[in-house]
Nanobody, 124 residues
Framework: QVQLVESGGGLVQPGGSLRLSCVAPGFTSGDLPIGWFRQAPEKKREGVACTSSEDDITYYADSVKGRFTISRDKANNTVYLQMSSLKPEDTAVYYC?????????????????WGQGTQVTVSS
């Protein structure tokens, strides 16, 4: 069982930045694919950014390309989602997820382990 813990959410003005963190306490997340997902009220959970176990393959949703960056710090067992130029439509609960198997589609159904989520609100 892999437990994931997200942090870094909050309230930010449009155009601002936030960095989300995902840690897997007691587990070396550096060997697993990691994905960031988000879910807004009354909307389906969607893949935002994913990285493969070796970080050689990354995926970004079209809506965040050029604004969000997923990265992994293996020394600190942490995966980050750097979010810039935030828009009100980025408002959602953001989740990180992992799975021991390859996750080529960055789709929620591919991931078995999930964090509890962190709220991101973009508003003036």
């Amino acid at each position: 069982q892999v437990q994931l813990v997200e942090s870094g959410g909050g309230l930010v003005q449009p155009g601002g930045s936030l960095r989300l963190s995902c840690v897997a306490p007691g587990f070396t997340s550096g060997d697993l694919p990691i994905g960031w997902f988000r879910q807004a009220p009354e909307k389906k959970r969607e893949g935002v950014a994913c990285t493969s176990s070796e970080d050689d393959i990354t995926y970004y949703a079209d809506s965040v390309k050029g604004r969000f960056t997923i990265s992994r710090d293996k020394a600190n067992n942490t995966v980050y989602l750097q979010m810039s130029s935030l828009k009100p439509e980025d408002t959602a609960v953001y989740y990180c997820a992992s799975d021991p198997r390859p996750t080529p589609y960055c789709a929620p159904w591919e991931f078995e382990y999930w964090g509890q989520g962190t709220q991101v609100t973009v508003s003036s």
